[in-house]
């Protein structure tokens, strides 16, 4: 069965700090994966999309690695502010001929304080 | 260019009742998916339209069904509702199918069902 984990489940972080969210996977076979931003009532946002052959993808102080052999993936948030206080969701897409099957995880919560 | 749009934002229905949820893509994009998100169980995908035909759905009951329209807007139903329907139906548009591109999200749409 696939699935997606990720950790930890909240974070409470201090204005001006890093952090780093993790995303463990067991899918296959796999296509991309992808982290979403999601701030609370609003739809997701795109962060980064990385498929096999990436391992470092960036979108200003957002860093996400992909190591496909471990089946791990992480994002760096540099710098955070409080815009960063957020749900941060890794989803994982297989590809089965010509569809793609996403499994999302559960999301990190992320608080930033002044 | 206007993002995606979804209506209604916010719905009451009554058990045992079936509703309909319109979601308009960004212009030019023929991929249309849905999800399904709770407290309890994140979020979930339903299904992908792609130039009207459904390419792929998730685990849910045939009480969720759902279409695009020539102009790739799409329509989900869901039918003899149950309490545990009640969520955040949130719909995403990309230009080919999403596994493989950017996927916008809308901001969603709130049913409670009682």
């Known amino acids: 069965k696939n699935q997606v984990e990720q950790s930890p489940q909240s974070l409470i972080i201090l204005e001006g700090k890093n952090c780093t969210l993790q995303?463990?996977?067991?899918?296959?076979?796999?296509?991309?994966l992808r982290w979403y931003k999601q701030d609370t009532g609003r739809g997701p946002v795109s962060l980064t999309i990385m498929t096999f052959s990436e391992n470092t993808k960036s979108n200003g102080r957002y860093t996400a690695t992909l190591d496909a052999d471990t089946k791990q993936s992480s994002l760096h948030i540099t710098a955070s502010q409080l815009s960063d206080s957020a749900s941060y969701i890794c989803?994982?897409?297989?590809?089965?001929?010509?569809?793609?099957?996403?499994?999302f995880g559960r999301g990190t919560s992320l608080i930033v304080h002044p | 260019k206007a993002g995606v749009t979804q209506t209604p934002r916010y719905l009451i229905k009554t058990r045992g009742q079936q509703v309909t949820l319109s979601c308009s893509p960004i212009?030019?994009?023929?991929?249309v998916s849905w999800y399904q998100q709770t407290p309890g169980q994140g979020l979930q995908f339903l299904f992908e339209?792609?130039?009207?035909?459904?390419?792929n759905k998730g685990n849910f009951p045939g009480r969720f069904s759902g279409r695009q329209f020539s102009n790739s807007r799409s329509e989900m139903n869901v039918s003899t509702l149950e309490l545990g329907d009640s969520a955040l139906y949130l719909c995403?548009?990309?230009?080919?199918?999403?596994?493989?591109?950017?996927?916008?999200f809308g901001q969603g749409t709130r049913l409670t069902v009682v």
């Open positions: 989803v994982v897409s297989a590809r089965r001929g010509g569809s793609y099957i996403p499994t």
């Open positions: 995403a548009s990309s230009l080919r199918l999403e596994g493989d591109t950017e996927a916008f």
């Open positions: 212009s030019g994009h023929r991929s």
């Open positions: 339209y792609f130039s009207e035909t459904q390419r």
């Open positions: 995303c463990n996977y067991t899918v296959s076979p796999f296509s991309n």
